[in-house]
């Protein structure tokens, strides 16, 4: 499975982006997918996840403002982003796992995915 990460971008505080993961290989292999973020000198942090079952998770940071989908026709996943604010200013990182168990016990932690996307900068300023 590879992952390719697109639509970061400088945007004001308050405006929207849409974050896009393409999806390559094979796509039986995959359960989930989420996407993290890691700001200058943070650690990486989860922001949102989808079971292929369309059960979606957010980082309570982000609920109400993000949005996570995916697109089956396309085998794209999505991160729409609203109300951003400079907070929200990091690399975004995409991910996927096909391990169903270790995404129940821990949907939060990047160990929990083995697939990973390049990151794309989001830059928010206020």
């Known amino acids: 499975v590879q992952l390719q990460a697109s639509g970061g971008g400088s945007v004001q505080a308050g405006g929207s982006l849409r974050l896009s993961c393409a999806v390559s290989?094979?796509?039986?292999?995959?359960?989930?997918m989420a996407w993290f973020r890691q700001a200058p000198r943070k650690e990486r942090e989860f922001v949102a996840a989808?079971?292929?079952?369309?059960?979606?998770y957010y980082a309570d940071s982000v609920k109400g403002r993000f949005t996570i989908s995916r697109d089956n026709d396309e085998n794209t996943a999505f991160l729409r982003m609203t109300t951003l604010n400079p907070e929200d200013t990091a690399v975004y990182y995409c991910?996927?796992?096909?391990?169903?168990?270790?995404?129940?016990?821990?949907?939060?932690?990047?160990?929990?995915?083995?697939?990973w996307g390049q990151g794309t900068l989001v830059t928010v300023s206020s």
């Open positions: 991910a996927a796992t096909g391990r169903v168990s270790p995404f129940n016990t821990n949907k939060y932690s990047a160990t929990t995915y083995e697939n």
């Open positions: 290989g094979s796509l039986s292999d995959i359960d989930a």
């Open positions: 989808l079971r292929w079952t369309d059960s979606t």
